[in-house]
């Protein structure tokens, strides 16, 4: 059985919940409270020292970050279904487009979101130089418009089928849209198809 340690709000945990649905594997799990500490409790530090949301338990062993869980979990999977198809003669293309999706996102929205989050919501606990949020909305709104160009008259962000990637921005997507940053048209119709797939967490 593997264990999801989640916060009892939304959070990145929700792409794990998502993945596990889509893989049909069986779960149990685990909510913490954030606003109690509880994911600073020795019992869970000894599941990630760090202390963040999500974290896995399988088997015995502890799995962090919530990318690599959910890319953990496809391989669990014996046909990968959340991956280009191994069998593909364009395999290794295929693949290339998924990580440097992935990629791109990470490093140029997800960092900035990340900060600019700091700044919004936990603007009490971190200070931040004055004009940080700027330009943080600036090199979102620089990339988005590559993200665009991928969805080009496609329903998926990596190629022509549903990847960990379309899992990836829609949480990237949703985020975004909670800071109040404005989505273009082919990003909200993007995530709008998303949420409708049968294996789309509701809750």
Known sequence: MITLYKYTHHSRAETVVWAL???GLEYEVKELDAYKFEQKSPE???INPFGKIPA???NGKHF???LAI???LNELHPDHPLTPNREDDDFAEKNYKL???ISFGMIEIESYIWILTKIKVLGNYESWPEGTAENCVASINKALPIACDWLEGENYIAGDSFTLADIYYHHLFSWLKTL???LPEQTKAYVKGLSARENFPRK
């Open 21 to 23: 649905t889509e893989l």
């Open 44 to 46: 869970f530090l000894a």
């Open 56 to 58: 896995i338990t399988h």
């Open 64 to 66: 962090t970050e919530s």
């Open 70 to 72: 959910i890319e953990y």
């Open 99 to 101: 990580r440097q999706v």
């Open 180 to 182: 109040g940053i404005q």
